[in-house]
Structure formats: C-alpha cells, structure tokens
C-alpha cells in the first residue's frame, strides 16, 4: 500500500475496483455504500482515500479481497469542514486460495473382451489378438499381452502371437488388475478337428450272444484324423470290437463309447436272455359257457423276462384276465395269446355244450357243430393246431396221432404256410401250406404198402382228391420206374420222377414202383388180340379144309 498527501480538507476520490464490477464513486460530506455480490472466483475491492487538512497527515488505505462464493464490502466515509475523519471498514467471507487444485475422476477396467481368436495353430502362423477394454472409457486402456510358454508361442506388444513349436501355451491379456486368457495348441501343420460324430441306427436291446454292428460317420468327411475308437463300459455284460461289432455276453446293461478325435458319443444297450419257450400249464383247454380255467404261463430259461401279457382272439368266444383265468362265454374255437414281449404261444381253447373237466391229452373229445363255428375235433387234432399257429416251422407227428390230416389242420397249414411230416411205417408223408390248393379236400396219411415181385404197390388217399402237393418219402430204394393206374383207361401210366424214394404226388390213386418196366398194355386189349388170333387161325383152317375140294 501507498500514501500520500494532496490538498487539505479535500476527498479527491473514492474507488472500488472488482474483476467481475468496477464502481468509482466520488462523494463530499456524504455517505457512500456499496455492496458487490460476484458468484465468480476472484474478486478485489480497493478504496483510496486522500483527506488533506492543514497540518494533518494523509492516509492511503488498500483493500484487497479475494472470494470464492460472496463477497459483501461496505465503505463508508464521513468529513466535516475543519475536521476530517476517515473510518475504513471491510468484510470478508469464503476466502480460498487462487491455486486450489481441481478433484479429477479414474474409470478403472473392469473387463476385457479377446474379440474372436484361434484356440489352434500351425508352427510359423500368427494372429492378431483385437482386445477390448470395458468399459470404454477406461481412464488408463494400456494393454499387457504375454505368453505362459514362449518355447511354443510368443506374443509382442501390439498382441500379435507367433506359433514356434509344437505344444500348449496359455496367452493371457491385461489391463490393471484385470486380465483374460485362452489355452492355445501349436500343431505341425492345421489339422482339420473332428466336430461330430454321427451313430447309425442300433438296436437298443440285445439277446445274449447276439451281434450288432454300430456304424458311426465322423463329421467333417474330410478332417485329418477320422480313426473312430469304441469301448465298452462293461465288457462281462458286452465287448466291442474295433471294427464297432457289438457282441452281447450277459444280461445287463453297457454303455459303448465312439469317439473320434475330442469328440465321443455314448449310446447304451441293455442286454437281455433270450426267450427259448413260453411254458403253459395247457396248450389247448376245453370249457362249458360260464366256466373258467386258471392259464399259467412261464418263460423257458428261468432268467428270460417271465411278465406276461394275456389276449383272446375272439373275445365274444372267451375271454382272458391280466392273470391268466379264461371265461369260457358261448360254443366256438378261438384261441388266447400269451407273450412276454419276446416271444408268444397260443392256447387252444374249444368251448361246447360238453366241456372236459379232467383236461387230459389221451381223452379224445367230439364236439357237435351246434355252430357253424365249431366243428368236430380231437383234442389230439386241438393240440397240433396249436403247434402249427405257434413257433414251430416244422412239425412231426406219427401216422397213429394224425391218421387223418382234417380241414382245420390244413386251413392252420394254410394260413400260417408252416410244414407238418406224418411219420408212417416205412414212409414218411410232407404237407407244406404254401402247397395247399384246396384245404377242404381232407387227407388220410394212413398208407398200406404192399411188396411183391420187386414191386411196391400203395394207394393215396384213397382216390379223393388231394388238397395240394404232397410229398412222399419211402424207406426202401432200389426202384427204377412209378406207375400210376388209369381207371379210365384201365391200364398204368408211367411218372417221371427224378428220385423214386422221395417225389412228389398231386393225384392220388394207386401207385406202383417197379424194378423193372411193366406191361401197360391193357388186358381187354390182349383178350381181343388172342381172340383175333384164334379166329384168323379157324379162318385159314377152314379155307385150308374147302380148298381141296375146289379142284374137284
């Protein structure tokens, strides 16, 4: 501050100065206030008095404010003639320093992202890692980029990472405390990876000793290696071979595992015992209306899956419960199916008006047709039906039980196209079903073979029309011709047969087998030749007689 001295009993001026406002005001025996309020950051205020009186001294007064917020000053100034007085008053409020530093806000990193990059590469190949610092506007966005092992991948500033040798290194990137990294594989050359594998289709239950293969397609068709590998979880229950054959051992269940490459595929396979026979108390069961038998069913081996099912063919004829009891319901034949899911056999069952309460296979039981249903049948006649509909491909049976092969006999022959052998003595007869032509024309298989001469002589069927083709097989060979007898005709007509101890028959008749070549001349025919004979020769006797008395 300054002072000095000008006139005496004179103001010469009065002054505040501000950055914001400047106001100079000049005022005599007046009073002067002024109030500045500045919102800016620095502010200064000065007021200058110069007062002079003769023989007074002078005084200069200064004032500097500097404000942050609001700044009241007030100056007031008083002078009397003869007298002069000077009262200075300043206020300050919020005074800060000019040079405060200003508070500046960090973003820290709280993620990066890798941005797409390759998990595998070929020695001498380089990529560029593209990393991104999140959230954007990060305050410090530096990058560090290094490499777990350098001996198989190296990887500079800038985040481009060169392949050298052949292993697996992990490449990690970081910002501040925050970082990301990724397993990378060094290979000789780029191997194209296996991404799928496909299983044809497979059966997902097997039979003990049974075989399956399992087809398995590696995707993509043209990747590097597409070696496929199984396995077996279990190999006492299955084994597989490296050709993908699986080969069921014992019951249970297995899991097979195919893989090819990193991927691998599991498909599991139970297996099971396979069902030989279905065991009934009762192949054919003959009941009165209203009554019922308890059908028991069991499979053969004991290990084999023994839940069974139960189900009539022809509900209104009889009916069967979950637990096996028939209820016989009106006269028919119909028949009740028992399975267990892997194999089935069907009961007999022959309701009528007389019904059999022993149930036994020697007692033969007729039944009268009181229905066009029902027709008469041995319980024997029963019991081979029940063969044929079931799991028997060739059935044999003697002459003694089958004398007779019956309509309904060969109708189940026919439908189910099944072969019956009736076992005779020294022959052996053969119905095929798919050889029936007509199955109504009944068969007598009881065949009398007669030998006599070197020849056997046998009639068929009694000359009734056969049902079909028929196959004959005899015990005694050695014959080199077949005739059959011509009624009509009255003479035998020779057969041309490739094998003369086992050929076929579709006409029956009677039959000859011969060594050698029969006269089949008829005998009418002979009769008129020898009467030919002895009338030519009575004729020529007699001409001989009269031809001497011509010359007379």
């Not at 003769?54 to 500097?64: I, K, L, P, Y």
């Not at 530093?101 to 797409?116: C, F, K, P, Q, Y």
């Not at 008469?376 to 491909?393: H, P, T």
Request: one cysteine or more; proline letters at 1%; glycine letters at 6%.
């Amino acid at each position: 501050m300054n002072g000095s001295t000008s006139n005496i009993n004179s103001v010469n001026k009065a002054t505040i100065t501000t950055e914001a406002k400047t106001t100079n005001t000049e005022k005599i025996n007046t009073t002067d206030t002024t109030t500045a309020d500045v919102g800016t950051t620095d502010t200064q205020s000065t007021t200058t008095t110069d007062t002079t009186d003769a023989g007074a001294s002078v005084t200069d007064t200064t004032t500097e404010t500097t404000t942050d917020t609001t700044t009241d000053t007030t100056t007031e100034t008083t002078t009397d003639m003869g007298t002069t007085s000077t009262d200075t008053s300043t206020t300050t409020t919020d005074t800060s320093k000019i040079d405060s530093a200003t508070e500046v806000s960090v973003v820290n990193a709280e993620e990066i992202d890798l941005g797409d990059y390759l998990e595998s590469m070929a020695i001498g190949e380089k990529q560029l890692i593209s990393a991104t610092v999140i959230p954007t506007d990060t305050t410090d966005q530096t990058l560090a980029y290094s490499s777990s092992n350098e001996e198989v991948a190296t990887i500079n500033g800038l985040g481009r990472i060169t392949a050298v040798s052949v292993g697996t290194t992990k490449i990690t990137v970081k910002c501040g405390k925050v970082k990301n990294s990724f397993k990378l594989q060094v290979k000789k050359s780029n191997d194209v990876e296996v991404t799928d594998i496909e299983i044809g289709n497979y059966e997902e239950e097997m039979e003990v000793d049974k075989s399956q293969a399992i087809s398995a397609t590696v995707i993509p068709s043209d990747a590097t290696d597409t070696t496929v590998k199984y396995s077996s979880s279990d190999s006492e229950v299955a084994t597989v071979l490296s050709t993908g054959e699986v080969k069921a051992k014992a019951k249970g269940t297995v899991v097979i595992t195919v893989k090819a490459g990193d991927i691998s595929k599991e498909i599991e396979i139970t297996v099971k015992v396979a069902t030989t026979k279905i065991e009934v108390n009762k192949s054919y069961v003959v009941l009165k209306p209203e009554e019922e038998f308890q059908l028991k069913a069991n499979a053969l081996p004991s290990d084999a899956l023994q839940t069974m099912t139960y189900e009539a063919e022809d509900k209104e004829i009889a009916t069967v419960e979950s637990n096996g009891t028939i209820h016989a319901k009106s006269i028919g034949t119909t028949s009740i199916l028992a399975s267990n899911g892997d194999m089935s056999t069907a009961i007999t069952v022959i309701v009528n008006e007389i019904g059999s309460s022993e149930q036994t296979t020697e007692e033969n039981v007729s039944i009268e047709a009181t229905s066009n249903r029902v027709q008469n049948i041995s319980e024997n006649d029963a019991e081979l039906i029940s063969k044929i509909e079931n799991n028997f491909d060739d059935i044999e049976v003697n002459v003694k039980e089958c004398n007779v092969v019956n309509k309904s006999i060969l109708k189940a022959l026919y439908e189910t196209g099944k072969t019956i052998h009736i076992l005779g003595e020294g022959y052996t007869l053969t119905i095929k079903g798919s050889d029936i032509v007509n199955y109504e024309n009944e068969l007598n298989t009881n065949i009398n073979v007669e030998k006599e001469n070197n020849k056997l002589t046998f009639v068929i069927n009694e000359g009734k029309n056969l049902p079909g083709l028929i196959t004959l097989q005899l015990s005694e060979g050695g014959y080199k011709y077949l005739y059959l007898f011509n009624e009509a005709k009255n003479k035998y007509q020779q057969l041309k047969v490739k094998d003369f101890s086992n050929f076929d028959i579709d006409t029956s008749g009677k039959y000859t087998l011969s060594v050698d070549k029969l006269n089949v001349i008829p005998i009418s025919i002979i009769a008129i030749i020898i009467a030919s004979v002895i009338a030519l020769g009575l004729v020529i006797t007699y001409i001989v007689v009269k031809k001497q008395y011509w010359f007379w």
